[in-house]
């Protein structure tokens, strides 16, 4: 396993990292033991880096995380977030100071562990300012229990204006970003990953898989044994899936599986340092493993520029990704109605 560093932070992580988002009874594995075995197994192969929330399956993945770094901590590089919701309260949720402070003790406590490599916001929160959040992160690291913090899912604007408020400010600022990345959605290729790259950030992407789509288990008018496709309409677009359906001969051309290609395309971008990799099985782990080696050439990269384009998201966009309030709330982008005419 060959190293990268995480932006300019120093650290050094691998290519691979592990996503424990699936050690949970809510939507991934319910045996813990299993889980463990599967983290393990990561750890062995080289995979240093490994990253939770403390909202997958409601603190469950943290406290199976735990389990499986006793004895084994100071080797691995720990990375977990906070902001979405952890009960009915309305403020144990988001980007203030008042709930960070307990979401990280929280977090703390499952984990097993006294500090946290990587601390993350999982979201943008609009109803708070970055100052603010900044704020209460800086005294974390100041505390000693965190060691670096982190975006995930930020539109380029907002990766600008924290790093901005940092440095006028006097305060930590964002090392990394998490963003989604795969060959289905590379809208990131045109700000994101620039700009992260600019302001000298790590990034690790996850969904480089895009939720299961390109590992050639959804076919245009076939079924599939993938469980989440009732959940998440992007697996069922005709756009997407006329993609897969121009990829798979791709993969096979080149003598790979789907998933060693969607995993060799992510980890070829210069912006990019590690990828996340989410198996629920030893069986999914193993066959990404089997593609550490994989290093995709330029003939290869160019063809599948020429089924997505660069900076091209295809289809239905992963329900899963942030979408700006100015998205979501049409109230935001229509005035009333008696001043929309010009007259």
């Known amino acids: 396993m060959r190293y990268r560093t995480l932006g300019r932070t120093g650290i050094k992580v691998s290519p691979y990292a592990l996503g424990a988002m699936m050690f949970g009874a809510s939507i991934g594995n319910p045996d813990h033991d299993d889980s463990v075995r599967i983290i393990h197994k990561a750890l062995d192969a080289g995979i240093n880096f490994v990253d939770t929330a403390d909202r997958y399956s409601q603190g469950e993945s943290e406290e199976v995380v735990g389990k499986a770094l006793k004895g084994r901590r100071d080797n691995v590089v720990l990375a977990t977030k906070f902001f979405g919701p952890m009960g009915d309260d ?143 309409t992007s697996l069922s677009d005709e756009r997407r899936l006329d993609v897969v359906e121009q990829l798979i001969p791709l993969a096979e051309e080149a003598g790979l599986p789907m998933t060693h290609l969607a995993i060799g395309f992510v980890l070829a971008h210069p912006g990019v340092t590690s990828a996340i990799i989410g198996p629920r099985t030893m069986e999914h782990l193993d066959d990404l493993l089997a593609g550490v080696d994989v290093r995709l050439s330029d003939e290869i990269l160019d063809r599948i520029d020429e089924i997505v384009p660069p900076g091209t998201d295809i289809g239905a966009p992963d329900q899963s990704a942030y979408l700006p309030p100015a998205l979501q709330r049409p109230a935001l982008r229509r005035r009333p109605a008696d001043e929309r005419s010009a007259a």
């Open 90 to 232: 309305p403020n144990q949720r988001g980007g203030s100071r008042r709930w960070i402070m307990t979401a990280v003790e929280n977090s703390l406590r499952r984990l097993g562990t006294d500090y946290i490599d990587l601390y993350q916001i999982h979201r943008p929160d609009p109803e708070t300012d970055i100052e603010e959040t900044l704020s209460a992160l800086s005294d974390l690291i100041h505390s000693g229990k965190v060691r670096v913090i982190g975006s995930s899912s930020m539109p380029a604007s907002d990766i600008v204006e924290a790093q901005w408020v940092a440095e006028r400010r006097g305060f930590e600022r964002f090392r990394t970003e998490q963003p989604t990345y795969s060959i289905l959605s590379r809208g990131i290729e045109a700000e994101v990953l620039p700009v992260a790259q600019r302001y000298g950030m790590g990034t690790l992407v996850w969904s480089p898989l895009a939720k299961g789509m390109l590992t050639g288990r959804v076919r245009k008018g076939q079924s599939t044994d993938l469980h989440r496709v009732d959940m998440f």
